[in-house]
């Protein structure tokens, strides 16, 4: 019987933060949550993750000294050799912190770090719905679009560490702005955050739509409106799955994957965004390229963060 | 001193076939050069292109048996692994033809074939202005727009040997029609033939425009118009670079490359390219990946295509 091997996953996110024990054959056994409270700044919510980091360890069971390495995943820029994070949208004040490095000499253990889509690429790719796919690429579609290529079976960073930016790719060069300064991002067409705003900005013309009545008009409140039969809801979602559909052909003719995964809040959908997103994709891909390409949903569910992070601690350590 | 080893490099194109000597540190010992009289149709087509080896072999003054392998570049599917060509659009009549086979058995070596942008990819990668880029992209900028990615110092041909296809990404996923059959690619912005064709367009609205008089309205006849002060000419060719440049933003927050090279006939323009695309990539592009990532122009100009072949060869040969 080989050795059982652990790992400690750390995901950071604007919102929560939360960190488990990962064996090696990716059985978590434990998870520990609290809120970010990011808007105390970095040193406190440095603070309060590597309380929760403590947490977690205790409840698994598992000795510190048995566990090999940290794994972090983190949004932002991430310099992943230098352990660098940079300017992340929703943790104000974290300009250029070494977070690894705090990691390192907190918990006293190797310390590796990624941008927190690569982090749940590499997850999913060892544990989840990309296992056996050597050419693979992830997205996530929330708030923004995150992605994390896997090119013969290793995560891709280019040549900074800033690689896999899917969300930034142009589908519309000439049209909405995005948050990042650029215009027409992937992300401003087919994001959560898109397909609120396209109904958002179709309400005035359509005071009959059920989505008039809604306190929060988010994209759940629009895949809700859809499934009641909705007119309003359906035309925004069949203009956000064409859009989605068009990013993911574009990607399919640049890397001609074997597999996409998708994960985050917009694909708890199911196959009301899958079905049309294979069809359309279809109909924009050059054939043999798109009929050599699965697009399948995420596995690994809420615990994605901790199961990626650990797993980028796997892939960087050696055995 | 180190053996020299020679590789042969065949270059199909649509309008002519050209085969030289060339030896592993990428000098061109001769090269030949025939039209390819396409409509002909295969059979007819690879007698031509064997006769082209042939005359460049005799005049090289190298001994058949001293060649270790030819490279083979060429438009269309290509499936690198088996070595068949697949519907090249500008040669008629290619179905499954079996390339790299055939020239094996006429010539008793080695043959290995690649799409003519990947191999390209690989010449300026190899010998050219891609030299010491790890990662690295190739564009070639001609009718149409054709791309290579170097990864790892490798060329990255994705799962079934289709990648690369940059041509074929959105950019404006519900704008003009492409000749893939998709909608809004990028060649369908940024090639030659879409800066021909957005010039053609607007001139019945500018009829005093110099583009009015030409005989044929091609990318070169609008770069002459530009230099001449043309408004008509200038304004198009302004919204091209603007399309260019979105492309390559977009393949930046993909890549994170360090380098892109940019050829074909469009970069002839020289400055007059690079300055606004330079200037507008660095508007759209997250500004430390635009930083990471030099643009230049291809080195190998006119042999670019035998050159790329040939690197090709020597890249799948054992040493």
Redesign the interface.
């Known amino acids: 019987m080989a050795d059982v091997r652990y790992f400690l996953g750390i995901d950071v996110g604007g919102t929560k933060l939360a960190a488990g024990v990962v064996d090696n054959d990716g059985r978590l056994l434990c998870a520990e949550r609290q809120p970010t409270q990011a808007a105390l700044g970095p040193e406190i919510v440095l603070e309060r993750l590597m309380a929760v980091c403590h947490a977690a360890i205790a409840s698994s069971g598992v000795q510190l000294s048995q566990i090999v390495a940290a794994g972090i995943g983190c949004p932002g820029?991430i310099d992943s050799v230098q352990g660098l994070v940079?300017l992340p949208g929703n943790l104000p004040g974290w300009d250029r912190v070494p977070l690894a490095a705090r990691v390192r000499e907190a918990l006293q253990m190797p310390a590796f770090l990624e941008n927190d889509a690569n982090a749940a690429a590499v997850g999913e790719h060892r544990f989840g719905a990309g296992r056996g796919?050597?050419?693979m690429l992830y997205l996530t579609l929330s708030t923004g679009i995150g992605?994390g290529?896997i090119?013969d079976n290793q995560l891709?960073?280019?040549?900074?560490?800033?690689?896999?930016?899917?969300g930034?790719?142009?589908?519309?060069?000439?049209?909405r702005p995005c948050v990042?300064g650029?215009?027409?991002c992937f992300e401003a067409?087919a994001s959560g955050t898109a397909l609120a705003a396209r109904a958002r900005e179709a309400l005035p013309t359509h005071p009959d739509s059920a989505l008039a009545m809604v306190r929060e008009l988010t994209a759940q409140a629009v895949v809700e409106a859809v499934r009641a039969g909705d007119a309003l809801a359906k035309r925004v979602w069949d203009e956000t799955m064409?859009?989605l559909a068009?990013?993911l052909?574009?990607?399919i003719?640049?890397?001609?994957?074997?597999r996409i995964v998708l994960g985050g809040g917009l694909t708890n959908a199911g196959e009301l965004l899958f079905e049309p997103v294979r069809r359309h994709v279809r109909t924009?891909?050059?054939r043999?390229?798109a009929e050599?390409?699965e697009i399948v949903p995420a596995q690994l569910g809420d615990n994605g963060g901790v199961l990626g992070a650990a797993a980028v601690g796997m892939a960087r350590s050696p055995v």
């Not at 891709?156 to 899917?166: D, N």
């Not at 142009?170 to 049209?175: A, E, K, P, T």
């Not at 003719?253 to 074997?258: A, G, K, L, Y």
């Open positions: 820029l940079d796919a050597a050419d992605g290529i090119i891709y960073r280019g040549s900074t560490g800033g690689g896999g930016e899917i930034h790719m142009s589908l519309r060069y000439d049209g990042c650029s215009i027409g067409y064409i859009a068009a990013g052909a574009s990607l003719h640049i890397f001609n994957p074997s924009r891909a050059i043999p390229l050599a390409c």
